[in-house]
């Protein structure tokens, strides 16, 4: 079992930054891929970004790509996402996930076995 927990989320103006974190307990972390969702009222869960087991590989929806940046600190248990140049159309609950049984990055919610309660990141314009 995996328990996830994110923090960081909150308000901000458009073109501001945030860094989202989650930290992960119950399972050895470098054992898992990690990966980030949102999801916007009214609207699907949708995949933001993925990680592999040592960083070595990274993977971005279109629409973040650029501004987004996935990492994480294997020591500290911990899965980051730093966001620049935020968009209103980034306003949602975001989930951080966890792969336990899978090498690749993938951006389908179901290969994920493990999910946090998720953070709120509002952008106003």
Do not use: H
């Not at 650029?66 to 020591?75: V, W």
């Not at 966001?83 to 792969?99: H, Q």
């Not at 690749?104 to 076995?113: M, N, T």
């Amino acid at each position: 079992q995996v328990q996830l927990v994110e923090s960081g989320g909150g308000l901000v103006q458009a073109g501001g930054s945030l860094r989202l974190s989650c930290a992960a307990s119950g399972r050895t972390f470098s054992s898992l891929v990690m990966g980030w969702f949102r999801q916007a009222p009214g609207k699907e869960r949708e995949f933001v970004s993925a990680i592999s087991k040592t960083s070595g590989s990274t993977k971005y929806a279109d629409s973040v790509r650029g501004r987004f940046t996935i990492s994480r600190d294997n020591a500290k248990n911990t899965l980051y996402l730093q966001m620049k140049s935020l968009k209103p159309e980034d306003t949602a609950v975001y989930y951080c996930a966890a792969d336990r049984r899978y090498l690749s990055l993938s951006k389908l919610a179901d290969q994920y076995d493990y999910w946090g309660q998720g953070t709120q990141v509002t952008v106003s314009s």
